[in-house]
């Protein structure tokens, strides 16, 4: 026996959870914590939203710059926040840490509502992104380690997708509260940041019915607590459909129990050692992404308001059709993802999400564009970039094993973040206040590209995890050999 590895548990709950069918369980799940993409919706659409009432504030008084800063701010906290909360995911459970990072995200968000100046602002918006970072690696280890293997590849876009339900409501609640004379000038904005954190309240009641992850629990050595929560679960779902096999037919997995917690040089041999190419592949896909939206989405107001002359109050009724357009991407195009197949899917939606946008640039640097075919380009462009950006977070969350899933997910939402989005608010931002029509077309053909780019790397290297279970996908790193 290894050194270090003194005992082993064997169990079949892994592939009895991928057996299930799908249940008001499972439901229950993406609900709860599913909405933490609605909440990052929600941030990020009334950050671009009020970008003229912030400039407009008699108090904050802010310019392009510091709005592009603030979005730089969200996001560097989401990288930080990512990186911590993962690391305390992996070593102290799933369950623990989405309440954390939960109760993070109500209190910044609450604190943003009452920024007295441009830096409390700024502190207030990274430690959100701080909040909303952690909940990406606590939620997404979290659901796809519940949902059966057959149902994930959906399941994953749909719930990255709901990110958009986050951004209808922000748009509809920046049209309501922006409205000139409705409310003073500098209370639209505060009360606008304020309904995140009480959706975030509400969310926290339901998160108490959701249950730690039999898989990291076997990982632990408490088999007896995993074999309950799976044993509750199956019972739940008997009541409404019938088991496709008896309970003791699952094949079994062996585990050596992990007495000590993964650090950032077990994750780095897991990942550039063990499964270089996948690591290659999430970064690729990550950065590609994150570039392509946070350029364009944070941005969207200044774009409308600058070269299109769209109030503050008129930026929600654009935003609307581009929300819905990203979030019925993923929900149409997310079940291909499990049968077509991962590696067909994500490069044909990387490609055409690219190749779309760059067109669009072109139409942009033309003048051939209004606000409303500006906003209809978006929409057609994020259809499609919506469902690839959603399986870049699908593929980091299911190609590294179960003990470092959760610090795989933060590592690669950092980097893609960090390389492709920290700085592409701010430099949209600065190549928007020069008023330079080609500059910013620029801008958008270096997005355009790194989709192309990402999409070619899919296809190259992409692996073909639809269906199959997260052991199979890859052989966690406390395997102990055949039963």
């Given at each position: 026996m290894r050194k270090g590895w003194p005992e082993v548990v064997e169990s079949a709950v892994p592939a009895r959870l991928d057996a299930l069918p799908w249940a008001l369980f499972h439901t229950r799940v993406i609900v709860a914590l599913g909405i933490t993409w609605v909440l990052d919706g929600?941030?990020?659409?009334?950050?671009?939203?009020?970008?003229?009432?912030?400039?407009?504030?008699?108090l904050l008084h802010m310019s392009d710059a510091e709005v592009g800063l603030s979005a730089s701010a969200y996001l560097t906290g989401?990288?930080?926040g990512a990186l911590l909360f993962g690391w305390l995911t992996d070593r102290f459970g799933r369950k623990r840490l989405f309440f954390v990072t939960l109760g993070v995200y109500i209190l910044a968000t609450a604190a943003t509502a009452l920024a007295p100046s441009f830096a409390m602002?700024?502190?207030a918006r990274f430690v959100t992104g701080a909040g909303i970072g952690g909940e990406y690696s606590a939620i997404n280890?979290?659901?796809?380690?519940l949902i059966p293997a057959r149902f994930r590849g959906r399941t994953d876009l749909g719930v990255n997708g709901s990110f958009w339900l986050g951004a209808v409501?922000?748009?509809i609640a920046s049209s309501l509260l922006l409205e000139p004379g409705r409310l003073p000038a500098d209370v639209g904005w505060r009360l606008a940041f304020g309904s995140g954190a009480v959706l975030g309240l509400g969310i926290l009641l339901l998160r108490r019915y959701i249950p730690e992850s039999p898989r990291w629990l076997l990982m632990h050595g408490r088999v007896a607590e995993a074999e309950r929560i799976c044993a509750a679960v199956e019972q739940e779902t008997s009541a409404t459909s019938p088991p496709s096999s008896p309970r003791d037919s699952h094949p079994r997995i062996r585990l050596h129990v992990r007495r000590r917690s993964i650090g950032f040089a077990d994750l780095g041999i897991t990942l550039f050692r063990t499964y270089p190419r996948r690591a290659l592949l999430g970064v690729v896909l990550m950065t590609a992404q994150a570039f392509c939206y946070n350029a364009i989405f944070f941005t969207y107001?200044?774009?409308l308001g600058r070269f299109y002359a769209v109030p503050p109050e008129r930026i929600g009724v654009y935003l609307l059709p581009f929300a819905i357009s990203n979030f019925l991407g993923p929900l149409v195009l997310g079940r291909y993802f499990d049968t077509w197949g991962r590696r067909q899917m994500i490069a044909t939606t990387y490609a055409l999400s690219g190749l779309l946008l760059g067109i669009t640039a072109w139409l942009f640097v033309a003048g051939l564009l209004t606000a409303a075919t500006q906003t209809l380009a978006w929409t057609v462009v994020f259809f499609f970039a919506s469902a690839a950006a959603s399986s870049a977070y699908l593929v980091v969350s299911e190609s590294f094993p179960v003990e470092v899933r959760a610090l795989s997910i933060a590592l690669f939402y950092a980097l893609g973040t960090g390389i492709g989005g920290i700085g592409a608010p701010w430099?949209?931002?600065?190549?928007?206040?020069?008023g330079e029509v080609r500059a910013i077309a620029w801008g958008y053909a270096l997005g355009a590209l790194l989709m192309v780019v990402a999409g070619a790397v899919a296809w190259r290297i992409g692996i073909a995890a639809e269906c199959k279970s997260l052991e199979d996908v890859a052989r966690p790193l406390s395997w102990a050999g055949p039963p």
């Amino acid at each position: 026996m290894r050194k270090g590895w003194p005992e082993v548990v064997e169990s079949a709950v892994p592939a009895r959870l991928d057996a299930l069918p799908w249940a008001l369980f499972h439901t229950r799940v993406i609900v709860a914590l599913g909405i933490t993409w609605v909440l990052d919706g929600l941030e990020v659409t009334l950050a671009g939203a009020v970008a003229g009432a912030l400039k407009a504030s008699p108090l904050l008084h802010m310019s392009d710059a510091e709005v592009g800063l603030s979005a730089s701010a969200y996001l560097t906290g989401a990288v930080i926040g990512a990186l911590l909360f993962g690391w305390l995911t992996d070593r102290f459970g799933r369950k623990r840490l989405f309440f954390v990072t939960l109760g993070v995200y109500i209190l910044a968000t609450a604190a943003t509502a009452l920024a007295p100046s441009f830096a409390m602002f700024a502190i207030a918006r990274f430690v959100t992104g701080a909040g909303i970072g952690g909940e990406y690696s606590a939620i997404n280890s979290a659901i796809q380690e519940l949902i059966p293997a057959r149902f994930r590849g959906r399941t994953d876009l749909g719930v990255n997708g709901s990110f958009w339900l986050g951004a209808v409501l922000g748009a509809i609640a920046s049209s309501l509260l922006l409205e000139p004379g409705r409310l003073p000038a500098d209370v639209g904005w505060r009360l606008a940041f304020g309904s995140g954190a009480v959706l975030g309240l509400g969310i926290l009641l339901l998160r108490r019915y959701i249950p730690e992850s039999p898989r990291w629990l076997l990982m632990h050595g408490r088999v007896a607590e995993a074999e309950r929560i799976c044993a509750a679960v199956e019972q739940e779902t008997s009541a409404t459909s019938p088991p496709s096999s008896p309970r003791d037919s699952h094949p079994r997995i062996r585990l050596h129990v992990r007495r000590r917690s993964i650090g950032f040089a077990d994750l780095g041999i897991t990942l550039f050692r063990t499964y270089p190419r996948r690591a290659l592949l999430g970064v690729v896909l990550m950065t590609a992404q994150a570039f392509c939206y946070n350029a364009i989405f944070f941005t969207y107001a200044l774009i409308l308001g600058r070269f299109y002359a769209v109030p503050p109050e008129r930026i929600g009724v654009y935003l609307l059709p581009f929300a819905i357009s990203n979030f019925l991407g993923p929900l149409v195009l997310g079940r291909y993802f499990d049968t077509w197949g991962r590696r067909q899917m994500i490069a044909t939606t990387y490609a055409l999400s690219g190749l779309l946008l760059g067109i669009t640039a072109w139409l942009f640097v033309a003048g051939l564009l209004t606000a409303a075919t500006q906003t209809l380009a978006w929409t057609v462009v994020f259809f499609f970039a919506s469902a690839a950006a959603s399986s870049a977070y699908l593929v980091v969350s299911e190609s590294f094993p179960v003990e470092v899933r959760a610090l795989s997910i933060a590592l690669f939402y950092a980097l893609g973040t960090g390389i492709g989005g920290i700085g592409a608010p701010w430099l949209f931002g600065a190549l928007i206040g020069t008023g330079e029509v080609r500059a910013i077309a620029w801008g958008y053909a270096l997005g355009a590209l790194l989709m192309v780019v990402a999409g070619a790397v899919a296809w190259r290297i992409g692996i073909a995890a639809e269906c199959k279970s997260l052991e199979d996908v890859a052989r966690p790193l406390s395997w102990a050999g055949p039963p």
